[in-house]
């Protein structure tokens, strides 16, 4: 089924451990992005993609890292997980080339760091 | 640097009343604006955006929301609210035609609770 896909859904882990959230799209939207969502902070981009092999930082990257070898996945890394990294972390993704219609969200990784 | 503010964190109303959720935006040319609802546990779904062209834009569920240029605002309104609009909405802006990376500012978000 076409979309944008997160996985896993949920998630704990603990703290030191090294954990890699999935996301994948069936569209071929060249932008990705990977934001985390916390009370009272709304979204906050963590990390996007602008094209395959082409990743840059957002406004909270500390701690995380991402690659994107092809363009429909660009899977998010938490090198040492700790707790303040418990939060719901959702992947979007874009077309821009022939036209801009907007973002398209996952449905979002709910990980716990104990 | 687009920025995005939603001055109200919490807004209540009772079913059938009228909504209106305010917006204010900096970006130093016209934006894309986007609204975005989220329902407990779930992701974010699209109601409505602009690009250009018609200031009044209308969405899914009733929505609709305007642009005001003069005002950095587009303001989000549904005229009869229904119990099942209780969620959490944010709102976006993003570069417009004019260029940028096209990356998405969200607000803190408005959370909108229904009394029946």
């Known amino acids: 089924d076409a979309g944008i896909t997160q996985s896993p859904r949920y998630k704990i882990t603990e703290t030191g451990r090294q954990v890699t959230l999935m996301c994948h799209q069936t569209w071929s939207h060249s932008y990705m992005f990977w934001y985390r969502q916390d009370l009272g902070h709304g979204l906050r981009l963590i990390y996007y993609?602008?094209?395959?092999?082409?990743?840059d930082k957002g406004e909270v990257p500390d701690g995380y890292v991402v690659s994107r070898s092809k363009t429909e996945n660009f899977p998010l890394t938490l090198e040492s997980a700790t707790r303040s990294q418990t939060s719901v972390y959702f992947c979007a993704s874009s077309v821009v080339k022939g036209g801009f219609y907007g973002y398209t969200f996952g449905s979002g990784t709910r990980l716990t760091v104990v | 640097a687009q920025s995005v503010t939603q001055p109200d964190i919490h807004i209540t109303v009772s079913e059938g009343a009228s909504l209106e959720l305010r917006c204010n935006y900096s970006?130093?040319?016209?934006?894309?604006l986007f609204w975005y609802v989220q329902s407990p546990g779930q992701g974010l779904q699209l109601l409505l955006k602009y690009f250009s062209g018609d200031t009044l834009v209308q969405g899914i569920k009733g929505f609709e929301a305007e642009f005001k240029r003069s005002q950095s605002s587009f303001n989000l309104r549904k005229p009869s609210v229904h119990w099942s609009d209780a969620a959490e909405y944010f709102c976006?802006?993003?570069?417009?035609?004019?260029?940028?990376?096209?990356?998405?500012?969200f607000g803190r978000g408005t959370s909108l609770i229904v009394h029946p």
């Open positions: 970006y130093g040319a016209t934006p894309y």
């Open positions: 976006a802006v993003g570069a417009g035609a004019s260029g940028g990376s096209y990356i998405p500012t």
């Open positions: 993609s602008a094209a395959a092999d082409i990743t």
